[in-house]
């Protein structure tokens, strides 16, 4: 496995008015960054400077008809990587991208194509206008090439080069062969000279590789590589991580491009923990190093998450993950403080916190996955229940591929990526008590999955919950009918009800002695843990809650109508 990687390392950045104005630029996004871009005198100087990336974010989010008015000042690697991101879906071409983005650089003007047509790859043109047109050069001067095919007669700039192409794309294929031309006759003759005939698969995985070198000089690995952002690290201190080198020297060949300002720094990206640690990182320095190795790291998630590189929700998505991980790697070695999570920041590297971060979300995924490979309850999947929430939906977002917490509730269910260690506690502690409600379930209910299939004739699944098996049952013993799970008579409801309550009268509450009661009678049947005595009381007191909620209203004369209702198996 290879160490931290960044993208070769940018000089020291010295605080000049242009790069002043281009951090003021970068700190804005939407439309604030692009009215500020519009509005700078040295728009030329600052879109050069531009990472490619967040230049990428500025053209996708501007008005599209401000757009070739910044495009047409980008450098021809920045446009490069626009191309490896928008023209491709994994080993392929896409060629329906190709004449949207040729017509978007030819809208910017004859002088900036030309500069692009000049210095991009010669392999790359060939391989994108080879999934546009057909080239053909006739054996003698006065040869039609297409004379025996259907169609429109051929194009050409030249006289000799022939071009077949979609009538619609016509006057953009001439423009571009016809600006490269002028601009460099020998390119022009070099790249129809290579569009003669079929362009290649080995062109294109030729093209394809060296996107992927590419990509990966701007911190966008191949897969494997970037999944090493998953490798655990297991520390209990900082001081067992590695330390991060020395800052960058300054730049002798002038002014460095700036580092991509991924917003991880809003509030709404990112936990308080990382907002703060990053305010107080001091050094100009190691903020700049910082925020290198934070676009370095999304984008590593990205490629590791198999997410498109060129969706701008992407980003987010990735961005909201790195945010949260972070947090929890900072807050696993420094607790609370911000300072100690500053200096943390400062000092190693951004993929090590992150990978502390993520062994502990592991650690909780891990523990639900060998819960439930082995069966709920133990060795009786068929058992399975709905569990109550939000104890399912946590776990529901634990089991997934991607491990996700649950933050809403039954009206809104919300999953997002883990944010605090808090979050991950919470997650443990569910596992936990899982488990023993299915060992719960198996040894004092003997819970059946005929039983399940009978009740789901009279009850919707998402009524049939832990609290259901356990409430019921209790019913059916006031009933004297037995601890077990089977629908109690609905002319008997009222009754069995009635046994429970304190006052049968509204609002009803269960007796306060009936919860005690229910973990001794428990405990006879099924040895407790000090921590399987919580789990139960809290889920005892939650079926009365639940039990209240739904009955304890009910008129003296009412007979609890089970369309209505949760909580009880009433037929």
Not at 76 to 82: G, P
Not at 380 to 385: A, D, G, Y
Not at 413 to 439: H, N, Q, T, W
Request: a negative charge; charged letters at 30%; proline letters at 8%.
């Amino acid at each position: 496995m290879s160490d931290v990687q960044t993208p070769a390392r940018r000089g020291q950045v010295i605080a000049t008015p242009l790069r002043r104005e281009i951090d003021e630029i970068l700190s804005l996004r939407g439309e604030a960054r692009e009215e500020r871009l519009l509005a700078t005198p040295r728009l030329a100087a600052v879109v050069a400077l531009l990472p490619p990336e967040e230049l990428y974010f500025t053209l996708k989010e501007m008005d599209p008809d401000n757009v070739p008015l910044v495009l047409a000042h980008a450098r021809a690697d920045q446009v490069e990587f626009f191309l490896d991101l928008e023209l491709w879906k994994g080993d392929r071409v896409r060629p329906g991208r190709v004449v949207p983005w040729l017509r978007l650089l030819a809208s910017c003007g004859e002088a900036p194509l030309a500069r692009w047509l000049r210095e991009l790859d010669l392999a790359d043109l060939t391989l994108y206008l080879g999934r546009v047109v057909r080239v053909v050069r006739p054996h003698e001067p006065d040869e039609d090439p297409f004379q025996d095919l259907p169609g429109r007669a051929p194009i050409t700039v030249d006289g000799f080069y022939y071009v077949r192409c979609p009538a619609e794309h016509e006057d953009l294929v001439k423009t571009v062969l016809g600006v490269l031309r002028q601009a460099d006759p020998d390119r022009y003759l070099r790249l129809m000279e290579a569009l003669l005939g079929e362009v290649d698969s080995e062109l294109e995985e030729h093209v394809y590789q060296e996107r992927v070198r590419r990509l990966a000089m701007r911190g966008f690995p191949e897969w494997d590589e970037a999944m090493e952002v998953y490798v655990p690290m297991e520390v209990t201190s900082a001081r067992e991580l590695p330390v991060r080198g020395g800052s960058p020297s300054p730049d002798p060949d002038g002014e460095p491009e700036a580092a991509p300002r991924y917003p991880i720094a809003a509030p709404s990206v990112a936990p308080d923990l990382v907002v703060k640690a990053l305010g107080r990182v001091r050094d100009p320095a190691a903020a700049e190093s910082i925020q290198l190795e934070l676009a370095t790291l999304t984008n590593r998630v990205m490629v590791a998450d198999r997410l498109d590189l060129d969706r701008m929700e992407s980003y987010g998505r990735a961005l909201a993950k790195v945010a949260g991980y972070l947090a929890i790697g900072l807050e696993a070695l420094a607790g609370p403080d911000e300072e100690a999570a500053a200096r943390l920041l400062e000092r190693h590297w951004l993929q090590h916190l992150f990978r502390v971060g993520w062994t502990r979300i592991a650690t909780a995924r891990n523990r639900a996955r060998h819960v439930f490979r082995r069966g709920w309850p133990e060795g009786h999947k068929e058992r399975l229940l709905f569990l109550d929430p939000p104890l399912g939906e946590i776990l529901d977002g634990l089991l997934r591929p991607h491990p996700l917490w649950y933050a809403g509730d039954e009206a809104a269910p919300v999953y997002r990526e883990f944010r605090a260690l808090s979050e991950v506690d919470r997650a443990i502690r569910a596992v936990d008590k899982a488990e023993f409600l299915g060992r719960f379930l198996l040894s004092v209910v003997d819970l059946r999955l005929d039983d399940c299939k009978e009740a789901l004739r009279d009850l919707e699944p998402e009524h049939l919950k832990t609290s259901t098996v356990f409430l019921t049952s209790l019913v059916n013993a006031a009933l004297d009918r037995g601890f077990r799970f089977a629908p109690i008579p609905r002319r008997r409801a009222r009754e069995g009800l009635a046994k429970v309550w304190e006052e049968d009268r509204p609002p009803r509450r269960v007796k306060p002695s009936l919860a005690d009661a229910s973990v001794e009678w428990v405990e006879l049947l099924l040895p407790l843990s000090g921590t399987d005595r919580m789990f139960l009381r809290e889920f005892v007191l939650e079926c009365f809650g639940l039990l209240e909620e739904e009955f304890g209203h009910l008129a003296p004369d009412e007979v609890p109508d089970p369309r209505f209702t949760r909580g009880l198996w009433i037929r």
